[in-house]
Nanobody, 121 residues
Framework: QVQLVESGGGLVQAGGSLRLSCAAS????????MRWYRQAPGNQRESVAG???????NYADSVKGRFTISTDNAKNTVYLQMNSLKPEDTGVYLC???????????????WGQGTQVTVTS
């Protein structure tokens, strides 16, 4: 079993910054992909940013140039640096990972519980 624990959310004024962290622990052989999603009340869950084990990244158009995803592979941790925050960035940010739990096993998907980000105008 694998656990994902997010941290770093909070309340910030528009134009401010936050850094989210998501630490993965448990039966991890390798992590193939880590992604950040967000969900605002009344909206569908949307992908914000993702990073592969090879370091390839992708971002939602709405956050390009403002958010940066990165990893510390030694710590099995993914970060989301969020700058120039806007009120529309408000939501619960959830961490997602695709993990191989053993050399000869398949991959499994895991979700964290989420961390709240609130941006005030």
């Amino acid at each position: 079993q694998v656990q994902l624990v997010e941290s770093g959310g909070g309340l910030v004024q528009a134009g401010g910054s936050l850094r989210l962290s998501c630490a993965a622990s448990g039966s991890i052989f390798e992590i193939n992909v880590m992604r950040w999603y967000r969900q605002a009340p009344g909206n569908q869950r949307e992908s914000v940013a993702g990073i592969t084990s090879g370091g390839s990244t992708n971002y939602a158009d709405s956050v390009k140039g403002r958010f940066t995803i990165s990893t510390d592979n030694a710590k099995n941790t993914v970060y989301l640096q969020m700058n120039s925050l806007k009120p529309e960035d408000t939501g619960v940010y959830l961490c997602y990972a695709i993990v191989r739990t053993g050399r000869n096993t398949g991959t499994y998907q895991y979700w964290g519980q989420g961390t709240q980000v609130t941006v005030t105008s």
